[in-house]
Every structure is written in C-alpha cells, then in structure tokens.
C-alpha cells in the first residue's frame, strides 16, 4: 500500500505521487454522470460509481444550479411597414363600402376645367371653375354641400381647359383661336386679374396646362411653352416635340410633354430648350401611336401614363430606357377621348380614372397591392335601399336632403363624360379625403371612405 505523504497524492495508474496542486480543477457546478467512476485521491481503494458530486476541500458539497426555463413570446409591435399596409387596407374597404356624394354645382355652359382649394378651417371650400362658354367662375361650398357666393369673375373668350394654382398664384388658360392666360395674385386682397394674349401664329390650341411655384408649363399645337417666372416676366420659351402636346407635368428643373404621336419627351429648362428634349421609354407608345392623355409624377420617381387606347401605367423614371412599366393597371375605358379626368391621392396610394363610359374606376397603387383590377365595390342590390343606390333618372337638381340624392362615385354611371377629377384631403380639421368630378354643366363632390372621431367610425355626409 503507498505511504501517504502530505501536499502529495498517489496516481494508481502511473504508479507515482503527484503534487495535489497539479490536479485540473473542475468546473463549477460539474457532477459525474452514474457511469463515470471516482477515484479516491487520499488512499488506493477499490472503483466506486457514485453520482453524487464529489465534496470540496472547505467541505460544502457542490449543487448544479438550475436552470431558467426560456419564454418566447410575440410581444414586439408590428412595422411601420405593417402598420401602413393595414391602414391601407382598411381605407381601401372604406372607400370601396362607405363613399357617397351629389352635386354640389351647376353651372349654364357645360364645365371644362375645375379647381378645389383654399379649405378653410371650419370646412369650406372654394371652388372655381371653367366652362366651354368662355367664363371663370368662383363659389363657395359649405360642409354640408351647398355652394353661396357665386359669381362670375373673368370672360376668356374661348374654353377654358385649364385651372391650377400655386402657394400664392391662380391660373387660368383657355384654348384659342387667340389663347389667352389669367393670372391672379391669391395673397393680395383685391380681385384684380391679369390677362395676356399670345399671338395665335406662335402658339395656339392651348389644351392643358401645369403650374409649379411661378413656373407655367403649356401643352400647345406641335409644341410646349414655358414660362419661367409669371409673376414678375411674360417671357416665353418653345419645347419643340414636333407634335401637339396633349399631357404635360413638372418636377424641379424637368418639364414632361406627352404627345399626339404617343412620344414622352423630358425638357430641362437650365438648358437650350430649342433643342429637342430627350425621349423616354423608347418607343413604347409611339410605335403604335397611342396618343398620351395623361402625365404626373408620383413618390418622386414614379410616372402615371394614360394613352388614348385605355393604357393606364405606372413607369419608373430612375430607368427612363426602360419601357417596362412599374404597374399596368386593367379596367380602364378609352378608345379615342384625349380628356378624360385621372387624378391620384395624396399620399400616392389611389388613383381614380373616368372612362369613356362614364364611370369612374378607382385602383390601389400602393406598394403593398397585389392586385391591378380596379377596388371591388358593393353591387346595388348590397347596397341599402333609398341611401347609396345608383339610379340614373334621380332628380339631382332637386332641393331635396342631399342624403337622399347622394350616390355611391364607383357605383353611379353618369349621363356626361367626366372632364376632370380631382382629391383633396385629409386637412387639419377633417381626417376624409375628398373626391371632386365635373361631369356636364354639374360638379360632384364624394366623400372618400369613413371619418374617425371620439365616437368611433361613421359614414362621410357629403
């Protein structure tokens, strides 16, 4: 038997003492598993299993600590993606279910040109609009639908076809044969406008028109015009597309035209704007000569086309060569009308187009949608009787509750091609979007979806 000596253990297996310091130490909290055999380190003595832990020198006996049972749990809040595809979503239900309106405005020439602006805190509008006889009219249109303060402002001489206004600036362009341009300061108080002729041998036929701050863009025959600063100069510059331009739109220092001949050119103003601007998506139209009838810019890269056979796409401007479209959106009537009114939404994420048959078909153009079908709406015999139910032979001059009257935008078929559609909304006192249409000698105004206020959602009077 080994002699035991002290501050030294005897290895049976190599058959000499060892210092006890030269032990490896064992980890905290270690026990041998039942198959594992201890060996005693003072005295040689026969293998014994054990599965207790073998005791320390300062004699506490070492204990496994327990372990913590993991809880996973989905409690994290959704994305900011996620949350804007439901409130998305949950829009696009309540425009499809809930939308309504009427005519808030009849004019004595069919109109020809409208502009929604200047909504007030207590929820009035103003309105201005153009007709085919030549007149500038202005009213005002209350909350609850019913226009005061009507009166005619200015005599063009010819139609009016276009509207628009700036910050501070308000635009009227009429067609010909001698076009004329109006311009009234909003921020002055007095109602003075300001009319210029534009010799007919140079530019005539003026059909549509685009203001951004005190830049004027005019879509004329076999050119565009721009007018740099018309607040302070009359000075012109020609953009020669060797085609009437039907659809015009700018952003920043590019001036868009589309043409008859189905071209969409880009003019930068900083430069010679003699020369020829540069085409966009090759020949994707003028192959076939689909005339443009729509242009504008969405999301900062993103163009809405619409032709005059029906196309109505969405293409990316950051791959100008390309001519695949972003989204091809189905449904839309046309076949030979170069006016019909296409508008989007303010946030980008609608667009709302008036076909050749009168109806107007609304699209979801958020990223999140994966549908290009126009939004599914309820049929009349969904709808509950006497309130949104479409019906062609309907009074709507009466002097009726507007409730009675109102129908539904997407259901209704109206008796005149739709000219102009316009969206205004949401404001700071009201949360709805509002959907405008001239449509014959009458303007509509449609409640978009449903309002949220502290008594939870109802439905938009119009």
């Known amino acids: 038997m080994p002699i035991e000596l002290p501050g030294f253990y005897w290895d049976e297996v190599r058959q000499r003492y060892f210092p006890i310091t030269s032990?490896?130490?064992?980890?905290?909290?270690w026990q041998p598993s039942p198959s594992v055999a201890t060996v005693s380190t003072r005295t040689a003595g026969p293998i014994v299993t054990s599965s207790q832990p073998e005791p320390e020198r300062g004699g506490h006996e070492v204990t496994a600590r327990p372990k913590k049972k993991r809880r996973f749990t989905n409690t994290s809040p959704p994305?900011?993606?996620?949350?804007?595809?439901?409130k998305h979503d949950i829009t696009s239900d309540t425009i499809s279910c809930l939308s309504k309106g009427s005519v808030v405005y009849c004019g004595d020439f069919p109109c020809?040109?409208?502009?929604?602006?200047?909504?007030?805190e207590d929820g009035v509008v103003t309105l201005h609009t153009g007709d085919t006889g030549g007149w500038l009219q202005t009213c005002s249109i209350d909350p609850h639908g019913f226009a005061y303060n009507s009166s005619r402002e200015l005599y063009l001489g010819s139609e009016v076809t276009t509207l628009c206004h700036s910050a501070n600036l308000r635009v009227a362009v009429s067609f010909g044969p001698s076009s004329k341009i109006a311009l009234e300061n909003t921020l002055e108080d007095s109602d003075m406008w300001t009319i210029v002729g534009i010799p007919d041998k140079r530019a005539h036929d003026f059909r549509v028109a685009d203001l951004q701050g005190s830049r004027l863009a005019i879509g004329a025959a076999s050119r565009g015009i721009v007018?740099?600063?018309?607040?302070?100069?009359?000075h012109w510059d020609a953009l020669n597309t060797g085609s009437d331009v039907l659809a015009i739109c700018q952003k920043d220092f590019l001036v868009y035209t589309g043409t008859r001949n189905g071209s969409i050119k880009a003019f930068d103003i900083r430069?010679?704007?003699?020369?020829?601007?540069?085409?966009?998506?090759?020949?994707?139209?003028?192959?076939?000569t689909r005339s443009i009838t729509h242009l504008s810019i969405i999301n900062e890269w993103q163009m809405v086309v619409s032709t005059i056979r029906g196309d109505l796409e969405v293409l990316d401007l950051r791959f100008a060569r390309a001519d695949a479209p972003v989204m091809s959106l189905h449904g839309?009537?046309?076949?030979?009308?170069?006016?019909?009114?296409?508008?989007?939404?303010?946030c980008s994420s609608f667009l709302f187009a008036a076909g050749q048959d009168t109806r107007i078909r609304a699209w979801s153009i958020h990223p999140s949608s994966h549908t290009t079908q126009p939004i599914d709406v309820l049929t009349s015999s969904d709808l509950r009787p006497g309130s949104l139910q479409p019906q062609a032979d309907r009074n709507v001059h009466s002097q009726e509750d507007p409730d009675s009257l109102?129908?539904?935008?997407?259901?209704h078929t109206f008796k005149d091609p739709i000219v102009g559609l316009q969206v205004t909304g949401p404001t700071s006192s009201s949360s709805m979007m509002?959907?405008?249409?001239?449509?014959?000698?009458?303007?509509?105004?449609?409640?978009?979806?449903?309002?949220?206020?502290?008594?939870g959602f109802h439905s938009l009077r119009p």
């Open 23 to 29: 032990r490896s130490a064992q980890p905290f909290g």
């Open 79 to 86: 994305t900011f993606a996620t949350r804007e595809r439901i």
């Open 112 to 120: 020809s040109s409208f502009n929604a602006s200047d909504v007030l």
């Open 227 to 234: 007018l740099p600063n018309i607040e302070y100069s009359w």
């Open 271 to 288: 430069v010679n704007t003699q020369r020829k601007g540069q085409s966009l998506f090759g020949e994707r139209f003028s192959a076939d």
């Open 332 to 346: 839309h009537v046309n076949s030979y009308s170069t006016k019909l009114g296409i508008t989007t939404s303010l």
């Open 406 to 411: 109102a129908v539904h935008p997407l259901c």
């Open 434 to 455: 509002t959907l405008w249409a001239g449509e014959g000698k009458n303007v509509w105004r449609f409640g978009l979806g449903c309002e949220f206020d502290h008594g």
